[in-house]
């Protein structure tokens, strides 16, 4: 009786956690912004993190590399390009991700540069006015990466922090980009256009991406016309100044 009480009692927890993570929503913890100024403290761990998405992108407390969630797995690359599988301890001070369902699907079949494919993408979408997540899977002759190295406190502005950032030139790849689409209201809050972070496909290198050169692949689209935004309760987050926007700096730090 007691035994099948607990089961009871986790089928309603399971269903409980189901219910929590809407579809169609991308969910973020904190803001570029707040990043930009060096709010690098972890504010969710990746398990908590992972119950509001399965596919997404961002950072590790102390800017420790880039995160990439792809099929609800979630991998650091760091800044010696190695890349690991994270526990769910671990936390984030920024991240956005979604559960995944495609809406669209493309098929790329004649090779283009990123900005040619993002181009191609924009062409497709109902509206540049909602999120999407977005998924490439194919073959690339080039993909330029980066990762970011882990920070002590006091932090350094992001700007500051990419000016040594290691670049990793991966050629003759087949992966996956991993990103999203904001739209350019969205400024501050997250990166206007797009957004992409890489994972070869034997989860053994990646980064977040400078250019890319795709050969052929498939672009599976996800519309997340909801937005639902994590702040952080922190100190260096209350007292912040988060009233100006930085177009110039998130250029530097995103391209
Ligand atoms: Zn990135």
């Known amino acids: 009786m007691l035994q099948r009480l607990a089961m009871f009692l986790l089928l309603v927890c399971a269903l409980g956690i189901l219910a929590q993570a ?6 973020q913890v904190s803001t570029l912004n707040a990043l930009m100024l060096g709010i690098y403290d972890g ?18 407390t102390g800017l420790d590399g ?12 760091k800044s010696d390009g190695s890349v690991v599988k994270v526990s769910g301890t671990v936390t984030t001070p920024f991240a956005a991700v979604t559960m995944f369902n495609s809406d669209q699907t493309l098929k790329i079949e004649a090779p283009m540069s990123l900005a ?40 350094q502005p992001l700007v500051e922090v990419v000016k040594t950032q290691p670049v990793f030139q991966l050629q003759q790849v087949n992966g996956t980009l991993v990103g999203f689409r904001c739209p350019a209201f969205a400024a501050g809050v997250n990166v206007p256009g797009y957004h992409f972070h890489f994972l070869r496909e034997d989860a ?14 498939t672009v599976t689209i996800d519309a997340t016309p909801a937005f639902l935004l994590a702040l952080p309760s922190d100190t260096a987050f209350k007292n ?11 250029q530097k730090v995103e391209k």
């Open 116 to 155: 040619d494919l993002e181009t191609r993408i924009d062409a497709a979408l109902p509206t540049a006015n909602w999120f999407y997540a977005i998924k490439v899977t194919g073959t690339f002759t080039l993909v330029k990466a980066r990762s970011v190295p882990k920070q002590q406190a006091p932090y």
């Open 204 to 217: 053994q290198a990646g980064g977040h991406v400078l250019e890319a050169q795709l050969v052929s692949g």
């Open 240 to 250: 912040a100044d988060l009233s100006t926007d930085k177009p110039a700096d998130v």
């Open 66 to 77: 880039e995160m990439l969630v792809l099929d609800g797995k979630c991998y650091q690359i």
């Open 43 to 60: 504010q969710m761990p990746v398990k908590t993190l992972l119950r509001h998405g399965d596919f997404g992108l961002g950072t590790f």
């Open 22 to 27: 809407p579809q169609e929503t991308l969910y």
